[in-house]
C-alpha cells in the first residue's frame, strides 16, 4: 500500500510522518495508475490526520474497492469546513450523487472528502481522469457505475495549517462537482426531455383548442 500526498500543498512532510509505509508525492490524478496494489491520498495541508489512514486501509482489505474518509460522520473541529460547505455544498452534492449513481450499499454521506483508499486494479478499471477538484466527484461517479464495493470510516478534520489562502473557489469549485455529477447520468436528461415534450404538446393542445 501506498501513501500518496497531493501536491499543491505546504506541509507535504506530514504524509512522511504517516508510518513506517513508503509515501510517494505524486504528480497528477493518473499517477496513482501507476501504484503496485492501491494508494491512500489526502491533502497534505494539515487537514487530515494521516494517523487514522490505517483505518481505512482496514477496510480495504476486508474487500473494498473503495474506502472515504468521512467528515461529516466524522469529528469536524472548529474552523476546520466553512459553514455553507458543511451545512450546503457537500451535503447537496451528496445528496444529487446518491439519488443519481449510487446502487445498493453504495450511498455515502462525505462525496467531497479528499481522503481516500482505494485498490490501484479498480481504480484503473474507473477511468478517473478529471484534472479540477470533480475529479473527488468523478472518482466516485465511475467507481458506482462499475459496482465498486464502497466503505466509509468516520474522520477527523482539522483548520487549515497554510499561511495562504486555500486553492478552493467555493462557487467555481461547487459547480464543476454539480455539473460532472449531472452530466454523468443521462437517464436524468432523457428524463427532463420526455417531460418537457409532455409539458409541451399539453399546452399546445389547450392553446390550439
Known sequence: ???????????????????????????????????????????????YDFAEAPGLVAKLEDGNDLVLGSRMRGDIRPGA????????????????????????????????????????RSFSAWGADATGMEFASEMLVQAMKSGARIAEVPITLRPD??????HLKRWRDGMRHLL???????????????VTIVL???VLLVVLR
Open 1 to 47: 500500500m501506498t501513501h500518496w500526498v497531493r501536491t499543491g500543498s505546504l506541509d507535504a512532510p506530514a504524509g512522511r510522518r504517516a508510518g513506517d509505509r513508503e509515501v510517494r508525492v505524486a504528480l497528477a490524478p493518473c499517477d496513482v495508475a501507476k501504484q503496485r496494489h492501491g494508494a491512500i491520498f489526502a491533502d497534505a495541508d494539515g487537514t
Open 81 to 120: 469546513m466553512p459553514l455553507m460547505h458543511r451545512w450546503v455544498g457537500t451535503p447537496v452534492l451528496t445528496f444529487v450523487l446518491n439519488l443519481l449513481h449510487a446502487g445498493r450499499g453504495q450511498r455515502v454521506s462525505d462525496c467531497t472528502s479528499w481522503f481516500r483508499c482505494f485498490r490501484r
Open 161 to 166: 495549517t497554510r499561511h495562504r489562502s486555500p
Open 180 to 194: 460532472h455529477i449531472l452530466s454523468a447520468s443521462p437517464p436524468l436528461f432523457f428524463r427532463l426531455g420526455l
Open 200 to 202: 409541451t404538446c399539453t
